[in-house]
């Protein structure tokens, strides 16, 4: 692999001319207001332009979506062929459908959203429709390969986005699969936050002569983020969460390890007078989008969400992140901290640590490579008393039902549902 690193994005203000990006994609940014490409961008634009195979190492919030789908837009928008994109989460692959849709759809691409959780019946219906643009998760993708409703001897492209939470989250062999599936003939994107051997192994065995484009070392945080940890016993997470909350009047995701936490917290956080949403696998597909677009617009000031929607929320203007449970790996610590202070802005994030975490945060600022500074603990509000009852059996009724009902359209949602094939606006 040739390699190139982020440094000289910096040094003379990159615009997006001089990329090779065609005439009409560049109106299109011009009229998305989008004046300068991030590091990722100016670097492997060019190269995919070109028709060369990428490997991009970039946290998430570097603009990496643009980064190929410029490239990837461009040559169907002449060729009028078809392009995978894989990712790892709903989230992920729904906000990749809604970006690329702002260039795909001036040029009359049509898309199609291959997700779990949703109606197989219409994805088919969007399969039929001959999409350009196919933007799955894995699992879902080879339910179809399985069941014979796609075929990807087409493929011209093949973009493996979050590449290294794939193999996290179990997807390797999968991944293999769908490769075998795609014409050896093709250009290939792999983008990931970390250089592990895995892709190391698919860079050399399934890429041919990969431009290397690392924008930031593995570990390395948002620059503008400052991070500050608490050490608080854990029956008192609650009466400091409360504080944070009141000093810091922004919107906030707050982060913990289980999914009925989760739930427990955003109650407890309504019972203290905010607006907030939970977002984790027990909520069905559309509520989740409900929860992520409310949070988007501004009718929740807090989202609790679990590490599901650590790379799975790109919302802009996010000022603080509070980590109420340290995640179980390191590495989640800088993917949560990375939802604020991104694009250029300035962002804070709150970790409570229990006394017998200490580890931990030495683990965490050996990867990121600086100390944390632990902060003094405030006064706390006085204890509130107990949620009622009857929103604890609520929760017991709601765990007991099927997240994702079998073939149930309202799953999915209306607004996947519409626009899903062709990337087009709803229907009058």
């Given at each position: 692999?040739?390699?190139?690193?982020?440094?000289?994005?910096h040094t003379n203000a990159p615009t997006f001319q001089g990329l090779g990006i065609a005439p009409e994609i560049l109106a299109i940014i011009d009229?998305?207001?989008?004046?300068?490409?991030?590091?990722?961008?100016?670097?492997?634009?060019?190269?995919?332009?070109?028709?060369?195979?990428?490997?991009?190492?970039?946290?998430?919030?570097?603009?990496?979506?643009?980064?190929?789908?410029?490239?990837?837009?461009?040559?169907?928008?002449?060729?009028?062929?078809?392009?995978?994109?894989?990712?790892?989460?709903?989230?992920?692959?729904?906000?990749?459908?809604?970006?690329?849709?702002?260039?795909?759809?001036?040029?009359?691409?049509?898309?199609?959203?291959?997700?779990?959780?949703?109606?197989?019946?219409?994805?088919?219906?969007?399969?039929?429709?001959?999409?350009?643009?196919?933007?799955?998760?894995?699992?879902?993708?080879?339910?179809?390969?399985?069941?014979?409703?796609?075929?990807?001897?087409?493929?011209?492209?093949?973009?493996?986005?979050?590449?290294?939470?794939?193999l996290d989250m179990g997807f390797w062999p999968q991944i293999k699969q769908i490769i075998a599936a795609v014409p050896?003939?093709?250009?290939?994107?792999?983008?990931?936050?970390?250089?592990?051997?895995?892709?190391?192994?698919?860079?050399?065995?399934?890429?041919?002569?990969?431009?290397?484009?690392?924008?930031?070392?593995?570990?390395?945080?948002?620059?503008?983020?400052?991070?500050?940890?608490?050490?608080?016993?854990?029956?008192?997470?609650?009466?400091?969460?409360?504080?944070?909350?009141?000093?810091?009047?922004?919107?906030?995701?707050?982060?913990?390890?289980?999914?009925?936490?989760?739930?427990?917290?955003?109650?407890?956080?309504?019972?203290?007078?905010?607006?907030?949403?939970?977002?984790?696998?027990?909520?069905?597909?559309?509520?989740?989008?409900?929860?992520?677009?409310?949070?988007?617009?501004?009718?929740?000031?807090?989202?609790?969400?679990?590490?599901?929607?650590?790379?799975?929320?790109?919302?802009?203007?996010?000022?603080?992140?509070?980590?109420?449970?340290?995640?179980?790996?390191?590495?989640?610590?800088?993917?949560?901290?990375?939802?604020?202070?991104?694009?250029?802005?300035?962002?804070?994030?709150?970790?409570?640590?229990?006394?017998?975490?200490?580890?931990?945060?030495?683990?965490?600022?050996?990867?990121?490579?600086?100390?944390?500074?632990?902060?003094?603990?405030?006064?706390?509000?006085?204890?509130?008393?107990?949620?009622?009852?009857?929103?604890?059996?609520?929760?017991?009724?709601?765990?007991?039902?099927?997240?994702?009902?079998?073939?149930?359209?309202?799953?999915?949602?209306?607004?996947?549902?519409?626009?899903?094939?062709?990337?087009?606006?709803?229907?009058?």
């Open positions: 692999m040739s390699h190139s690193t982020g440094t000289e994005a009229k998305l207001r989008l004046t300068s490409p991030t590091p990722i961008q100016h670097q492997a634009i060019p190269a995919g332009v070109e028709g060369r195979d990428v490997v991009g190492i970039a946290q998430t919030g570097t603009g990496k979506t643009l980064a190929f789908g410029i490239p990837v837009v461009q040559r169907l928008a002449v060729t009028r062929g078809k392009a995978l994109i894989l990712l790892p989460t709903r989230e992920l692959a729904l906000q990749v459908y809604e970006s690329l849709g702002n260039f795909a759809r001036p040029l009359g691409l049509r898309g199609a959203v291959l997700i779990g959780g949703a109606s197989m019946n219409i994805q088919v219906n969007d399969l039929r429709r001959s999409p350009n643009i196919i933007i799955a998760t894995p699992g879902r993708l080879i339910d179809h390969l399985q069941q014979g409703t796609i075929r990807l001897d087409g493929i011209e492209v093949l973009v493996l986005d979050e590449a290294d939470r794939m050896t003939e093709r250009q290939t994107f792999a983008f990931s936050a970390t250089l592990s051997r895995e892709i190391m192994d698919l860079a050399t065995k399934h890429m041919k002569t990969p431009v290397s484009i690392e924008v930031s070392p593995p570990g390395t945080t948002a620059e503008r983020v400052s991070q500050e940890f608490f050490i608080v016993p854990k029956q008192d997470k609650v009466r400091l969460l409360e504080s944070v909350l009141s000093k810091n009047v922004g919107s906030t995701i707050v982060f913990t390890r289980t999914k009925h936490g989760a739930s427990r917290i955003m109650r407890q956080i309504k019972a203290m007078g905010h607006t907030a949403a939970e977002i984790h696998s027990n909520r069905s597909l559309s509520q989740r989008r409900l929860a992520l677009e409310g949070f988007k617009k501004g009718s929740y000031r807090v989202l609790v969400a679990t590490d599901i929607a650590a790379r799975g929320i790109d919302v802009k203007g996010i000022e603080l992140v509070v980590n109420y449970d340290l995640p179980s790996t390191s590495e989640d610590y800088v993917h949560r901290i990375g939802r604020t202070a991104r694009a250029g802005a300035e962002g804070h994030a709150i970790s409570f640590a229990e006394p017998s975490q200490r580890r931990e945060i030495r683990d965490i600022e050996r990867l990121i490579r600086m100390s944390i500074p632990l902060s003094q603990m405030p006064d706390l509000p006085p204890s509130r008393s107990p949620m009622p009852i009857v929103e604890e059996g609520e929760e017991r009724r709601f765990r007991s039902r099927r997240p994702f009902p079998a073939g149930s359209r309202a799953s999915f949602g209306r607004g996947p549902r519409r626009e899903s094939r062709s990337f087009a606006r709803p229907r009058r």
